[in-house]
């Protein structure tokens, strides 16, 4: 079947997840990824360059579904050394599993949040440059053409490894469209992504600088120290995901404070995809999973709040990078149900907010921030007032 050259979508679009194959894998240049009123891409096809030939929709994850596998084993990992694990989202696994690739001369594809207002995906071959791609962004990174650059190292027989979420692995490996033994593939538990324009617009609020390389954002705080999750640089600002009841940097600012976070940790912003996501499963589509280790038992024994990754083995060929830095870390094997318990995003997708439909109707017109505050005036009113209320009244009454 070829695609019609009047037929616009490759897949429907509410299940669209931007993962980009189409776009790398139309050899006419009849694909542009275009931003919709919430700054999502999706492709959309040229149709005077289109020859119809269809294989934008031959390496379209959406209609050629990937093998999802249940985990064969589970690992709890941090790096040694407080001073490395700071600069990781979790405990670091990733960065070891990447740095193990690079050790051998391979080749690693991951996501760098370096340019705040262009936060997309690069290749690495250098332990240095390792520490571009390390903490986690939460926004959609641009894939680009990034996939072409994969298959040209894969066919130079290099050793890949393809780091990111997991839609945009099942993108690598629908352009793909068959095994290469080289490449390992490394997800992450994912929650959902909003915009680059909404976080570029949010950080706009805070800072007129235009290069985004100015600018360090840091989406979450750790307990090790001192370091870029928590100084304040000059002249840079930093928001986030604050730990509750500490001063940041001058002001006790909450998660809710911060309209991007805000609608992040509501699952208000996320493409629409995110909301039947089909990765959000215990069945994993790449070699190894990556998450944070929520649910992990006390007989674990790790400073939970420096980050414990969590570290999903799905194929042999996970196994066998795994167990290149499995001694080079703190890793404990741990049964795959308690990570499953623990982590709603191995369970189902994100639950759309229920005033999505009125975020979707507000941003276009009045803006991040204003939509945000409208859209979420009774969960704010919730923790501001009436969480605190009743844990006052918990403790008054003598129950806490
Ligand atoms: C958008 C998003 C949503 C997430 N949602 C959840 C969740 O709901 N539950 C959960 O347990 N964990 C979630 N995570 C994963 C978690 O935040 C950590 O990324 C994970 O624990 C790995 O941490 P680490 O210390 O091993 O990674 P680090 O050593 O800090 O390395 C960071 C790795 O993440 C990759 N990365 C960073 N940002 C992005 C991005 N925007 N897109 C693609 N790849 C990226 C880098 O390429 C690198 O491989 C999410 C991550 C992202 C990016
Ligand atoms: S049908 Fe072919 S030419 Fe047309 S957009 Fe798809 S890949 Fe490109
Ligand atoms: S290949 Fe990816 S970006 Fe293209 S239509 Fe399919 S899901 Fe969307
Ligand atoms: S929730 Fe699913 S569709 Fe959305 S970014 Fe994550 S993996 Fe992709």
């Not at 700054?39 to 050629?64: A, R, T």
């Not at 509501?266 to 990556?290: P, V």
Request: hydrophobic share 35%.
């Amino acid at each position: 079947m070829h695609l019609d050259k009047t037929m616009r979508e490759i897949c429907p679009m509410v299940q669209c997840t931007g993962c980009s194959a189409c776009y790398n894998a139309c050899r006419h240049q009849a694909i542009n990824m275009t931003e919709n009123e919430l700054g999502h891409v999706y492709p959309q096809i040229d149709e005077d360059k289109c020859v119809g030939c269809n294989l934008c929709q031959m390496s379209c994850p959406v209609v050629n579904k990937p093998l999802l596998r249940y985990p064969n084993f589970c690992f709890a990992v941090a790096l040694l050394k407080d001073e490395d694990l700071k600069f990781s989202a979790s405990g670091g696994a990733s960065t070891a599993l990447m740095r193990a690739v690079i050790n051998e001369n391979g080749i690693v594809y991951g996501c760098t949040g370096e340019d705040v207002f262009h936060v997309h995906h690069i290749r690495v071959d250098s332990l240095q440059d390792i520490e571009r791609l390390r903490g986690s962004k939460y926004v959609q990174s641009e894939i680009g053409l990034i996939y072409k650059s994969v298959l040209a190292d894969l066919n130079s027989d290099k050793t890949v490894l393809f780091t990111g979420t997991p839609c945009q692995v099942a993108g690598l490996k629908s352009f793909l469209r068959k095994d290469y033994p080289k490449l390992i593939t490394s997800d992450l538990v994912c929650h959902g992504v909003p915009s680059q324009k909404m976080l570029t617009e949010n950080i706009h609020y805070y800072t007129s600088e235009s290069d985004g390389k100015n600018i360090k954002v840091s989406f979450r705080r750790k307990k090790c120290g001192s370091g870029v999750n928590t100084k304040l640089n000059s002249g840079r600002i930093e928001f986030g995901w604050f730990l509750r009841n500490q001063p940041y940097p001058d002001v006790n600012r909450k998660f809710y404070d911060d309209s991007y976070m805000f609608g992040f940790l509501q699952c208000l912003t996320f493409r629409d995809s995110c909301y039947t996501c089909r990765y959000a499963t215990s069945a994993r589509c790449s070699d190894i999973t990556l998450a944070d280790f929520w649910g992990l038992g006390d007989d674990a024994n790790y400073e939970k709040g420096k980050g414990v990754s969590l570290c999903l083995i799905n194929t042999e060929r996970g196994q066998s990078l795994f167990d290149k830095v499995r001694d080079k870390v703190n890793a404990q094997e741990r049964d795959v149900v308690e990570a499953i318990i623990g982590n709603g995003q191995l369970q189902k997708p994100s639950d759309k907010n229920n005033a999505h439909a009125l975020f979707r109707c507000l941003y276009p017109k009045l803006g991040l921030k204003v939509a945000i505050e409208k859209s979420l005036k009774k969960e704010k009113f919730k923790l501001i007032v009436i969480q605190p209320l009743k844990q006052n009244i918990k403790r008054i009454i003598g129950w806490k």
